[in-house]
């Protein structure tokens, strides 16, 4: 009998442990905008434009969405990169989303319109 108490006692702590879903996934952002700050080629801006489409294709976090700023974020390194059109829909997107954002995006909104 106290065998069988003292397996329960050590199962129930097993059993009764779960894995909290966190609030958004981040693929490999953080390498990727390390490697971009860090060498700042085309090898690395491509690398992080794939992380942004990965992260915005495949969000699995417990919100079902794009975490804050990562619509930004990848509308900047677009405007960076010459394709000034996908990049105000991303950052319009992230107004979208995250309408407290507003005030920043205008004003990166006013700076590449004339």
């Given amino acids: ?3 069988m108490i003292l397996f329960f ?3 129930m702590p097993m059993l009764s442990c779960t894995t909290q879903k966190t609030l958004y996934t981040w693929g490999k952002y953080s390498n990727s905008s390390y490697n971009y700050l860090k060498n700042s080629n085309e090898e690395a801006t491509k690398e992080l434009i794939e992380a942004y489409q990965k992260i915005i294709a495949e969000q699995k976090g417990s919100r079902e969405t ?3 700023g990562i619509y930004a ?8 990169a010459d394709r000034t059109e996908e990049g105000k829909a991303m950052l319009l997107k992230e107004i979208e989303l995250y309408p407290e954002s507003q005030i920043f995006i205008d004003r990166i909104l006013s700076i590449i319109e004339p």
């Avoid at 974020?73 to 960076?80: H, K, R």
């Fill in 1 to 3: 009998m106290k065998k």
């Fill in 9 to 11: 006692a050590l199962l």
């Fill in 66 to 68: 794009v975490p804050p």
């Fill in 73 to 80: 974020d990848y509308g900047f390194i677009l405007l960076q």
